[in-house]
T-cell receptor, first 116, second 112 residues
Framework: AQKVTQAQTEISVVEKEDVTLDCVYETRDTTYYLFWYKQPPSGELVFLIRRNSFDEQNEISGRYSWNFQKSTSSFNFTITASQVVDSAVYFCALSVFEGGSEKLVFGKGTKLTVNP | DAGITQSPRHKVTETGTPVTLRCHQTENHRYMYWYRQDPGHGLRLIHYSYGVKDTDKGEVSDGYSVSRSKTEDFLLTLESATSSQTSVYFC???????????FGSGTRLTVV
């Protein structure tokens, strides 16, 4: 099965705390891509990062960092020194090639609330 | 210019009526997708297209049909809308997953 699991449904933190959002995936493909999207209260989907299965380097972008571990099929997302503006639903997604087409499979999302 | 637009942005319709949502792209991308978003379910794939007149079903395709007669347009039709189809619908486009996916702003559909 091609599947993404985000076990944390909701997380609430106080501003300036660090927070990690978990993502575990399942796929038969040897070549695949992983994504994180942010959905703020306004509703649009904002692209955060794309990672292919051959690149296990961790990535840091400002207060955001991502830890990709193929051995545990995980692609976790950490926000350092969280801010109120980080409050959103975050989706992890897996792109696979199936049935002659590329498809993007989403996890159910983690709702992050950052309190002042 | 986002390169992808969805119309309408909001729609209220009555149970049993047909509804068509439109996704239009200006990027000439090969792949187009329709998702629905519901609380507790994330985004689930309804139908997708890998070329003009080439479409296939996703995981929640019952009650929906699609058509793609031109590269730029991907239509989603609810033949007879039901209250369970009240949702937010997102369209996405992609030329190659290595370059990622672009999402439309969404259509909020309410079936009363």
């Amino acid at each position: 099965a091609q599947k993404v699991t985000q076990a944390q449904t909701e997380i609430s933190v106080v501003e300036k705390e660090d927070v990690t959002l978990d993502c575990v995936y399942e796929t038969r493909d040897t070549t695949y891509y992983l994504f994180w999207y942010k959905q703020p209260p306004s509703g649009e989907l904002v692209f955060l990062i794309r990672r292919n299965s051959f690149d296990e380097q961790n990535e840091i972008s400002g207060r955001y960092s991502w830890n990709f571990q193929k051995s545990t099929s995980s692609f976790n997302f950490t926000i350092t020194a969280s801010q109120v503006v980080d409050s959103a639903v975050y989706f992890c997604a897996l792109s696979v090639f199936e049935g002659g087409s590329e498809k993007l499979v989403f996890g159910k999302g983690t709702k992050l609330t950052v309190n002042p | 210019d986002a390169g992808i637009t969805q119309s309408p942005r909001h729609k209220v319709t009555e149970t049993g009526t047909p509804v068509t949502l439109r996704c239009h792209q200006t990027e000439n991308h090969r792949y187009m997708y329709w998702y629905r978003q519901d609380p507790g379910h994330g985004l689930r794939l309804i139908h997708y297209s890998y070329g003009v007149k080439d479409t296939d079903k996703g995981e929640v395709s019952d009650g929906y049909s699609v058509s793609r007669s031109k590269t730029e347009d991907f239509l989603l039709t609810l033949e007879s809308a039901t209250s369970s189809q009240t949702s937010v619908y997102f369209c996405a486009i992609s030329e190659d997953r290595a370059y990622g996916y672009t999402f439309g702003s969404g259509t909020r559909l309410t079936v009363v």
